[in-house]
């Protein structure tokens, strides 16, 4: 790097609010309300309401707009993916990260330096969501949700294969599926579909209102309804999803014999699946797994990972042993759920 | 390997019984040969490769991925045969050759302590995930998905369309991977025969007897007997060959020594399987020591002396007895014992009576240890696997009762993992509670809901799947017996507890002590 080009680590810091940007003004995902946020996607761990200026892409807004409502910021500015914009001698530009609907990495240039906050992300096709871009950066900001090796998703399709062998194995069992309303519930429709799964997908009420939304915005998923209006009866052998804790709660006994299943990541690791009560585990993670995240620190080509958001300790021994500057960001307020 | 794999991992994750059947079920329909007579011998438990040491599967990992991530991935996952299956790097491209279950059977049967990790490696190379983690788990025999021996020949019984009796008797006439046995449940050639082979025969067993169910009978068509409290087992001899059976067809006589020394050739006998000492039968936690040690050491043989009470006899040297009546078979079980009287077994007595209600005070007052209640036989009863209606009753001594107070309640499995259906209960030491036991059976659907609402609405504390309450239900709880243990804070264990009521009337100040407890040690 030549000494006239400024260092990244002098002007984005870790502050109590999270990440910032110092000559731009704005913190990214902010833990608590600030004058100029930019959020990268709208899970609960990353976006939140309250803050007086809101930076975006279009879907991530019009998700946070869906749960917070009136108090969702003072302004909000949409911007498309690529569009490069310019606060206070900062450029800034959002780029696909995979993860959910909207979601984005955030990409910040200043003075010849590059950096690039993931956010969260995954490298595996989604039909939900624009693939993750990979870019060249000076430092690279990158979540470790997964971060250690024994975290290797395997393909989704053999995933969804396992949940439709159980259907015509237990055909009078209703097929509770945990899965969160943002990303993993459509996810899970949009792979049922492209494995030919044709009949109405039941929802709970918790998950409708984004499941809306997403086809709003052109994503296509099939005949859903809402679980009440099946009769009992017509539950049997049919696939139901619902938020994980609504799964093996109270609810889930008025569904007819229901056979718990849970889409996620943590579902790789059997001692997790069991402790939850799943009878089915399905291992389908909007995150990336090691092997990922590992490939995305070679590929963009940083000098320096920054690693925050989960497992860091593993993920900086792996990348300071490939010779990379690497440190762990210990910032609070993430959640472990997807 | 791959179709195993998945029927290991699937068996893993299926609470209920039925579920477990019927993918047993599918497998074996599904499955070849030899591929699935291998997979029956590991989930009955009689595969075991003495060479396949855990740390041979840790020295593999080790070489293969960074020290450092191994050791942080371990304590995450908290398990060797996941974590190593998980993390094992995989090979891109072509993966080699996935092998069978038969070709990890035979080849490791055979296999020196040093060749294990060289056929080890290349497996793991070849499976999937989940292919690496039911290879590790079976080379290191901890299988544990929940589904016994017995469960297992269920499933085959059901697939094949065959009595689990029928399973039973031929299977210890036969050896892993069963192919008589598959022949036969496909209908290709005749039930195995079992000739002289130390076989197991399905145990007759008795119904339970109520005492208003009593006045429907003839006293004058029975025979009593004690009913002692250890294991059912029947022994069998054939020459040299013994065997010593659970009820369920398991041959524990590897953990019982002195019982197979004792036993005489050429005969199969029915009895109850003790602790005594000096003629007197031991609290039954003495049993459960033998019973949990696989080899017992000598001072183990010494401090517990097993001994079995015959009930019964089946075979007398190469005579079939199963077609006389109860009463002809207690004679020639007197004859044989008076002419090949040995240590360690001893005649079960009859108990002489004229009436029930004589009978009663005598199940009432036998305050032996050991004794449960009374065994009630047709004396022209003949010998019938399995539980027919009828001919065999058990007329247990009511079972103990103590008022005790709910303190922690846990969320079932399965079915019931909405609810919060697992009950801790305690009993007053001064002013103080202490747990008692724990029980999740004995109440109604309808109690269940409201035990689960209260609970809910009365949690003080709570961590994962236990919650805390505040002391104010009284349970009732019935038991069998009560014994000392070292591994409870109370130092007492009840035996066979469940809730028998639930006193929603009761102060919960006025439930038991401890002390009433230990008053009913045995
Ligand atoms: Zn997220
Ligand atoms: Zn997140």
Redesign the pocket.
Do not use: L, P, S
């Given at each position: 790097m030549s000494p006239f080009l400024s260092r990244p680590e002098t002007w984005i810091t870790t502050t109590p609010a999270g990440l910032y940007c110092e000559p731009g003004g704005f913190h990214i995902d902010p833990l608590v309300p600030v004058p100029r946020a930019i959020v990268t996607h709208g899970?609960g761990?990353?976006a939140r309401p309250g803050n007086e200026r809101v930076l975006a892409t279009p879907g991530t807004i019009a998700i946070m707009r869906s749960r917070f409502g009136e108090l969702t910021a003072g302004s909000l500015q949409p911007l498309d993916y690529g569009q490069p914009v310019a606060i206070d001698g900062v450029e800034v530009r959002l780029i696909p990260a995979g993860h959910v609907l909207g979601s984005a990495q955030i990409v910040i240039d200043y003075r010849g330096a590059r950096v690039v906050v993931s956010g969260?992300y995954k490298r595996r096709p989604d039909p939900t969501c624009a693939p993750f871009e990979p870019c060249n950066c000076d430092l690279f900001v990158t979540?470790a949700?997964f971060g250690l090796p024994v975290f290797r998703h395997p393909p989704d399709r053999l995933e969804i294969d396992k949940l439709l062998h159980s259907l015509s194995l237990f055909p009078e069992r209703c097929h509770v599926v945990g899965v969160y309303a943002l990303g993993k519930c459509q996810r899970v429709l949009a792979l049922l579909r492209r494995s030919g799964y044709e009949e109405p997908v039941y929802l709970h009420g918790a998950l409708v209102g984004m499941t809306e939304l997403y086809e709003r915005f052109g994503v296509p998923l099939g005949p859903v309804l809402p679980w009440s209006e099946a009769p009992r009866d017509n539950l049997k052998g049919k696939i139901v999803l619902a938020p994980p804790a609504a799964t093996t709660d109270r609810w889930s006994r008025r569904l007819p014999d229901p056979l718990v299943a849970m889409a996620s990541g943590w579902m790789r690791v059997r001692q997790r699946a069991k402790a939850r009560g799943v009878e089915l585990p399905l291992v389908i993670s909007d995150h990336a797994d090691w092997d990922e995240l590992t490939a995305t620190i070679g590929e963009v080509a940083a000098e320096e990972v920054w690693v925050t958001?989960g497992r860091e300790e593993a993920l900086v021994h792996h990348a300071t042993k490939k010779g990379y500057r690497a440190r762990a960001l210990a910032l609070t307020g993430?959640?472990e759920d997807e | 390997m791959n179709r195993f794999a998945a029927l290991l991992d699937a068996l893993l994750f299926t609470p209920s019984r039925n579920g477990k059947l019927r993918l047993m079920g599918e497998y074996f329909a599904a499955a070849p040969d030899p591929e699935r007579g291998w997979a029956l011998a590991a989930l009955t438990g009689e595969l075991a490769f003495d060479e396949a040491k855990p740390s041979q599967v840790r020295a593999l990992a080790a070489a293969r991925v960074d020290p450092e991530l191994l050791g942080w991935s371990y304590d995450f996952v908290g398990d060797l045969a996941e974590t190593v299956s998980l993390i094992w790097p995989e090979a891109p491209g072509g993966k080699g050759h996935v092998p069978t279950l038969s070709e990890i059977v035979e080849k490791l049967k055979v296999a020196s302590r040093n060749e294990v990790p060289g056929l080890l490696e290349p497996w793991l190379d070849a499976l999937d995930a989940t292919g690496r983690w039911a290879l590790l788990k079976l080379v290191t025999r901890e299988l544990r998905i929940g589904v016994s021996a017995r469960l297992a020949k269920t499933a085959l019984a059901e697939w094949g369309g065959v009595e689990l009796g029928r399973i039973e008797e031929v299977w210890h006439g036969l050896a892993p991977p069963y192919q008589p046995l598959f022949d036969w449940l496909e209908g290709r050639r005749p039930a195995p025969e079992v000739g002289d082979l130390p076989t197991f025969t399905p145990l007759m067993l008795a119904q339970p007897l109520e005492d208003a169910e009593i006045a429907g009978l003839d006293a004058r068509d029975y025979l009593a007997e004690w009913k002692w409290d250890g294991i059912r087992v029947q022994l069998v001899a054939r020459g040299t060959e013994k065997r010593l059976y659970s009820r369920s067809g398991d041959d524990i006589g590897a953990a019982f020594p002195d019982i197979c020394a004792a036993m005489p050739p050429d005969v199969t006998l029915d009895g109850e399987l003790l602790v005594m000492r000096g003629g007197e039968v031991a609290a039954f936690n003495d049993l459960q020591q033998r019973l949990n040690r696989k080899t017992p050491n000598p001072k183990v043989l010494r401090d517990f002396p097993a001994a079995v009470r015959l009930y019964d006899i089946l075979r007398d040297g190469p005579e079939d007895l199963r077609g006389l009546s109860f009463a002809e078979r207690r004679r020639r079980l007197e004859a044989w014992y008076a002419r090949e009287p040995r240590p360690a077994l001893d005649l079960s007595p009859l108990v002489p009576f004229t009436s029930w209600d004589e009978l009663k005070e005598l199940r009432d007052g036998a305050r032996d240890r050991g004794i449960e209640g009374l065994m009630l036989k047709r004396a022209d009863s003949l010998y019938v696997s399995g539980r027919p209606k009828g001919p065999w009753f058990k007329w247990k001594r009511g079972a103990l009762t103590l008022d005790t107070v709910l303190m922690y309640a846990q969320r079932g499995h399965g079915k019931r993992s909405s609810f919060y259906s697992d009950y801790t209960f305690g009993a007053w030491r001064g002013d103080e509670l202490v747990p008692v036991g724990k029980a999740y059976s004995g109440f109604t659907d309808e109690e269940l809901r409201r035990l689960d609402q209260w609970v809910r609405n009365n949690t003080v504390r709570r961590w994962g799947p236990v919650r805390e309450v505040g002391p104010q239900i009284v349970l009732e709880v019935a038991f069998d017996s009560v014994h000392r243990s070292t591994r409870h804070r109370s130092g007492v264990a009840m035996r066979f507890p469940r809730i028998h009521r639930i006193r929603w009337d009761k102060p919960y100040r006025d439930a038991d002590t401890l002390e009433a407890l230990e008053r009913l040690l045995t």
């Open positions: 899970h761990d990353h969260d979540e949700t958001h993430f959640d | -």
